[in-house]
């Protein structure tokens, strides 16, 4: 599960970071997510625990 506050690119936690390389944006440093990636995350991580709370159905 990506950590809500991961690197904006890769979603990698900013302690495990160091550098990285992904195709979108090639060999790069931890860049601080948005606003909007942060909250996109947070409710894609409660919506994951409620879902496996209800057993499946939601």
């Known amino acids: ?3 809500p506050n991961g690197c904006a690119h890769c979603d990698i936690a900013l302690r495990e970071h160091f ?3 992904t ?3 090639g060999w790069h ?3 601080q997510p948005s ?4 909250l996109a995350r947070m409710q894609a ?3 994951a625990r ?3 709370q209800n ?3 939601r």
């Open 1 to 3: 599960m990506t950590e």
């Open 19 to 21: 550098r990285r390389w």
């Open 23 to 25: 195709p979108q944006c």
């Open 29 to 31: 440093a931890w860049v």
């Open 35 to 38: 606003t909007a990636q942060i």
């Open 45 to 47: 991580r409660r919506a």
């Open 50 to 52: 409620l879902n496996s």
């Open 55 to 57: 057993g499946g159905t």
